[in-house]
């Protein structure tokens, strides 16, 4: 909707004729900086309901009240992907979540490997990142920022039927490899079509800076989920790495197809 | 070599024997911030003779000597991909100067289209990016930022035989619409395998913010050596469109494969 200056994430739910109460830095965002009055239109999406259409029909300094119009858009899921990732510098930790919501990852897990510099992150900021590309990007979904956790412990309870991209700095041939892979666990025939299926449950795994350990590497070897994949010539940083993997998935097994 | 801590792109001439004379910024850093003494070895490259291992023969506050001794890895050239891109903001611009360096482009051409906010760039600051990324990721090659141009100039002049792998929205169709595009204009024949030949002379066109004008989505239809790619279902922000469209030139058509 061209009148629309603002879109909004909001944790509430939407509907025809269903009201939102603003929080307070939400009322002060759109009615201080954003000098919206009674009437203004407004785009809100909750990553469950699609996209919708809302007045202003109540501002206040503290607070104010949204009414639901008409949705503008359905809930777009992104592909049954989760990004795996070993946090570095705050920056670019910051930028590989912002990168991973724009990218259609559905999930976001931080995870403590071997060489990870980075013993903690702060979820609640991270997941504020994922919320704010939704908002600029025109996304209706949101994906989780999960707590930082062991990857030897989330690889101990792995799922049998989700796969793991596995992207390995020693190999050649990034597309061959996944579609090779892909093929490697079920004989489910990937077709590089529109018609293809779903792809099921992947996940991606970047590691960090050092790489991964021998005892690590020699784990995911074993794992009959695991499809190692190269990302290039190149030695590309944890944050590239993320965006490029995210990119070969859904390009050649995901959405883009 | 293991034994090298630092890895320096030097602006002179490498070859068995030769003499390295250092500035004094570059001395300051290897004596004083990495605090190497003579003897210390040091890894030079110059975007020309590949990668030498060198040893530090006079080191002095204002400037030093390096010695080569051996090569360490030859030249790695990328392919002949040109990255054009509409400056944005300041972080996000050095981003794709070091992504791009990262991922392969040859060359990078900052534009100036209808919508670019941005008037002016720091060409030496963009250049002084792409070589600290190649220092830091192991690239022998440092691809040239060019200065700002308007981007209806390079059209004019633009060379019959580069193709430009335009990343528009509103295509559908990742993969599939540059290998169609790729054989379009001459019935090469691209393979995807690891003996295809060289995909000749290529550049990636990523718009600004607000898209392209109508004047130039127009004349980018009527070039017969535009190929319009659709980078998936979500709106990208430009930097994070121009990694993942250099992830799927270099996937498909490039040294990935």
Tied chains: 1, 2.
Excluded at 120 to 140: M, Y
Excluded at 166 to 185: F, Y
Excluded at 198 to 219: K, M, T, V, Y
Aim: glycine share 8%.
């Amino acid at each position: 909707m061209s009148d629309a200056k603002v879109r909004l994430y909001v944790d509430q739910p939407l509907g025809p004729g269903q009201p939102v109460r603003l929080t307070q830095d939400q009322a002060h965002y759109l009615f201080g900086v954003m000098r919206l009055a009674r009437g203004a239109a407004v785009l809100l999406f909750n990553g469950r309901d699609g996209e919708w259409r809302a007045e202003v029909t109540e501002a206040g300094k503290r607070g104010g009240t949204l009414t639901c119009a008409a949705q503008t858009a359905p809930l777009r899921r992104p592909p049954d992907l989760w990004l795996m990732f070993a946090p570095i510098k705050k920056a670019r930790t910051d930028f590989i979540v912002e990168k991973a919501a724009e990218m259609g990852a559905a999930r976001i897990l931080p995870v403590q490997t071997r060489f990870t510099n980075s013993e903690r992150i702060r979820q609640d900021r991270l997941q504020a990142h994922a919320v704010e590309a939704a908002e600029q990007c025109g996304g209706t979904y949101v994906p989780e920022v999960a707590e930082l956790a062991a990857l030897d412990r989330l690889l101990s309870d792995w799922p049998a039927d989700r796969r793991i991209m596995w992207c390995d700095e020693n190999l050649l041939g990034a597309r061959a490899g996944l579609l090779e892979g892909a093929g490697a666990i079920e004989a489910r025939g990937f077709e590089e079509a529109p018609s293809q299926p779903s792809p099921g449950p992947w996940a991606i795994l970047i590691g960090p800076e050092g790489g991964f350990s021998e005892d690590e590497q020699a784990r995911l070897r074993r794992m009959p989920q695991v499809v190692p994949v190269s990302l290039g010539p190149r030695i590309l940083r944890a944050d590239t790495a993320a965006v490029a993997a995210l990119t070969l998935w859904q390009s050649v097994l995901g959405d883009w197809v």
